[in-house]
Nanobody
Framework: QVHLAESGGGLVQPGGSLSLSCAAS????????MGWYRQAPGKQRDMVAT???????NYADSVKGRFTISRDNAKNTVFLQMNSLNPEDTAVYYC???????????WGQGTQVTVSS
């Protein structure tokens, strides 16, 4: 069974930075894509950034230029560097990975990111 464990969430002031990491364990598909999603109170869960096994990235328009996703395939770890944070970025951030069929079927527990002065 695939297990994802996020870390790095916390409280940060507007304009600040935060770095998230997610380590995958278990029988993850070798070509699995990985990504970060977020869900704010009263809103749906939306894609933030994704990255394929060969490093191709995609970002939500709202975070493009501010966030950077990266991965270390040897360690089965994905990262999210978040800069210039604003209160609208406040949400629970979830790490996710695709199964053999390309669906994001595996999810972490989530880590809270709060941007407030």
């Amino acid at each position: 069974q695939v297990h994802l464990a996020e870390s790095g969430g916390g409280l940060v002031q507007p304009g600040g930075s935060l770095s998230l990491s997610c380590a995958a364990s278990g029988r993850i598909f070798v070509r699995a894509s990985m990504g970060w999603y977020r869900q704010a109170p009263g809103k749906q869960r939306d894609m933030v950034a994704t990255i394929t096994s060969d490093g191709y990235t995609n970002y939500a328009d709202s975070v493009k230029g501010r966030f950077t996703i990266s991965r270390d395939n040897a360690k089965n770890t994905v990262f999210l560097q978040m800069n210039s944070l604003n209160p609208e970025d406040t949400a629970v951030y979830y790490c996710a990975a695709t199964n053999f069929f390309g669906d994001y079927a595996y999810w972490g527990q989530g880590t809270q990111v709060t941007v407030s002065s």
